[in-house]
């Protein structure tokens, strides 16, 4: 059995949490997320991704990591933004699917068990928070980035930057990345021919600190993205074999 025959039939998971001056949230963080370990239906694990964090933010990781079983880190050496942190998370894991969530606590990592039941059919699960519990300004920008997004590129995705999605590891590997690819995952799932199911999830108030975002780069880099995503799409290579030489007539060949 190879390696990819082994993880289909071993399923198993890591939930990649990026982290940029979150000391605050990430006890509390652990301990939300302890109880999803001990019910996940599949091997979890933990992945703190330190971007760079100038506060305790990896201290606090490193004791987490250190006094509790199913999380790991890796820190990167300056801060490089959420696209890249998110990239080596999915460069770094090794399991069958690849979960996304942030350390603020505004989304509930129980949710993640409403996901299972569509993997595998679907190669992404993605949450579409209801309720939202975020400032006014966050909301309305998110709307208007969300409308324009939907209209340029027709995704179909009700909530793309909702922070708690569960991917097929191996169309995970494949997306192309770029800065901003965050805000479009999902439609990089689909131009892989993959299938995305959105799932109403639970929104919270942040537990502490502050979002590192503000009114300037909620809309103006979405809408620039927007368009190198569509720009991306029309020139991008994608293609299935349908038929090749057996390898034991190659190998003949040589022989």
């Given amino acids: ?52 964090s100038r506060d305790a933010s990896l201290a606090k ?26 990239k080596a998370g999915i460069d770094y894991a ?12 505004q989304t509930s990592p129980m949710d993640f068990l ?15 928070r209801q309720k939202r519990k975020d ?22 995705i009700a909530d793309t930057g909702c922070p708690l999605k569960i991917m097929d590891a191996a169309y995970a590997k494949r997306v192309p990345f770029f800065t901003g690819m965050h805000r479009f995952l999902p439609a990089l799932f689909q131009l892989q021919g993959g299938k995305v ?18 009114l300037f780069n909620r809309l103006w880099g979405p809408l620039q993205d927007t368009f190198a995503f569509r720009w991306m799409r029309k020139r991008y290579i994608r293609y299935q074999i349908t038929e090749q030489l057996p390898k034991e007539i190659l190998h003949s060949y040589h022989d």
């Fill in 94 to 105: 090794t399991t069958t699917y690849i979960g996304y969530i942030d350390a603020d606590l």
């Fill in 197 to 214: 199911k959105q799932i109403p999830v639970q929104h919270f108030e942040r537990l502490a600190g502050y979002s590192k975002y503000h």
């Fill in 61 to 86: 990781i490193k004791h987490i990591c250190a006094n509790k079983t199913g999380y790991t880190y890796i820190s990167l050496d300056k801060n490089y933004g959420l696209s890249t942190a998110f």
């Fill in 135 to 156: 400032t006014f300004v966050k909301k309305i920008s998110s709307k208007i980035a969300n409308s324009f997004r939907r209209r340029m590129i027709q995704d179909g």
């Fill in 114 to 128: 409403l996901f299972f039941p569509f993997l595998p059919e679907y190669q992404m699960v993605n949450g579409i």
């Fill in 1 to 52: 059995m190879n390696l990819a025959s082994h993880l289909r039939a071993k399923p198993s998971l890591t939930i990649i949490v990026p982290v940029f001056n979150e000391e605050e949230c990430l006890q509390p963080f652990s301990e939300a997320m302890d109880p999803f370990l001990e019910k996940s239906p599949m091997p979890t694990q933990v992945l703190f991704v330190n971007d760079g």
